[in-house]
């Protein structure tokens, strides 16, 4: 993944830019004087400070009825995880941080894969001319040529735990 400290400014970016659009300066003002109350005042004037952005919000899409962060309100922005996933490591628990990597690999492996079966008919016909097998047989086969024995030396041990686990759950 990306440094922590782009992607943490990213997804701060795209949270500000949600944030402006829902809010007003009133209620910008409010929270700037949030912390100069009595604590009972803070709790009050924080959910009257929640409210108003809800009722903002709600009247916003009710009368523009518009996407959020987009020139042309009839496209929504395409879903790239590559992009995502770093921006929301800063939010999230070690747990969730771990699950984020292990899937971020994952994405890794099935990124090599694909580029991987690009030169496949090459290393089929290249280890069939080297054993005098067919392809059939070096790819899945149990002789020394099998590709799979191949792919899984090229992995560590954590990659190919998740590789077997993506591939059981394919079949």
């Given amino acids: 993944m990306e440094s922590c400290n782009s992607n943490h400014k990213d997804s701060s970016e795209a949270i500000l830019a949600f944030d402006t659009l829902y809010t007003t300066n009133h209620m910008k003002i409010l929270k700037l004087l949030l912390p100069y109350l009595e604590p009972d005042y803070q709790k009050k004037l924080a959910i009257f400070i929640k409210w108003q952005e809800l009722s903002f919000t709600l009247n916003f899409f009710k009368e523009y009825s518009v996407s959020l962060y987009s020139a042309d309100f009839s496209k929504k922005k395409a879903l790239d995880l590559k992009e995502l996933l770093p921006m929301l490591i800063p939010y999230c628990n070690e747990k969730e941080k771990k699950l984020i990597s292990q899937f971020s690999q994952i994405q890794n492996i099935m990124q090599m894969m694909e580029g991987f079966q690009e030169y496949m008919p090459i290393i089929q016909q290249f280890m069939s001319s080297m054993s005098g097998t067919t392809h059939s047989d070096s790819m899945f086969g149990n002789g020394e040529t099998n590709m799979m ?23």
Avoid: G, I, P
């Avoid at 030396?153 to 077997?164: D, G, I, K, P, W």
């Fill in 149 to 171: 024995d191949l792919l899984k030396n090229m992995l560590s041990e954590e990659q190919m735990a998740m590789f077997s686990m993506f591939m059981n759950e394919n079949n």
